[in-house]
T-cell receptor, first 114, second 110 residues
């Protein structure tokens, strides 16, 4: 157990729907990162939050949004889902928001869009 | 050109062999380099973390950075079935974001 908790583990939904993925960072970590990993693809950075504020943005679609709450847990909202959104979504956390960061990953949420 | 390039493999290795996994990078400002291991359908886990050039050893694993050629390597000695996984390299500097390679899939040669 890495200490980073992601729910749900698996999610099956239909095109056009909206889902919310949740992440609780490791105790003491202030920064949360969201990554997308499609089948046999590398990690695609989506967005980072540090202590409740957006810190960096990657290749995140406009249909996707995220936030980090005062208790430091984070949610990734995916809307108007398309078949191509089917992927593993990973949350990672780190102590710092920048600099020499070691990321600790959760087990991922597997999203299947039918 | 991607900032961090990594051959996706798969790389097939017999048990007991020495494995060499490699990445190249283009940004000479990168100072910190990491190797993560990812088992199928699991989250990546940190294996090795190095700063600047040189070698770092941890058990059967050795990470090597050659900044002059912008080349980073991970060596695995005495390869075991449990080493079958995807290995991701990553690099960053200062306040820059972590840049990931595509990952190399390592499989056990039957």
């Amino acid at each position: 157990d890495s200490g980073v908790t992601q729910t749900p583990k698996h999610l099956i939904t239909a095109t056009g729907q909206r889902v919310t993925l949740r992440c609780s960072p490791r105790s003491g970590d202030l920064s949360v990162y969201w990554y997308q990993q499609s089948l046999d693809q590398g990690l695609q950075f989506l967005i980072q939050y540090y202590n409740g504020e957006e810190r960096a943005k990657g290749n995140i679609l406009e249909r996707f949004s995220a936030q980090q709450f005062p208790d430091l847990h984070s949610e990734l909202n995916l809307s108007s889902l398309e078949l191509g959104d089917s992927a593993l979504y990973f949350c990672a956390s780190s102590v710092r928001g920048q600099g020499a960061n070691v990321l600790t990953f959760g087990a991922g949420s597997r999203l299947t869009v039918l | 050109q991607k900032e961090v390039e990594q051959d996706p493999g798969p790389l097939s290795v017999p048990e007991g062999a020495i494995v060499s996994l490699n990445c190249t990078y283009s940004n000479s400002a990168f100072q910190y380099f990491m190797w993560y291991r990812q088992y199928s359908r699991k989250g990546p886990e940190l294996l090795m973390y190095t700063y600047s050039s040189g070698n770092k050893e941890d058990g059967r694993f050795t990470a090597q950075v050659d900044k002059s050629s912008k080349y980073i390597s991970l060596f695995i000695r005495d390869s075991q079935p449990s080493d079958s996984a995807t290995y991701l390299c990553a690099a960053f500097y200062s306040n820059y974001q972590l840049i990931w390679g595509a990952g190399t899939k390592l499989i056990k040669k039957p």
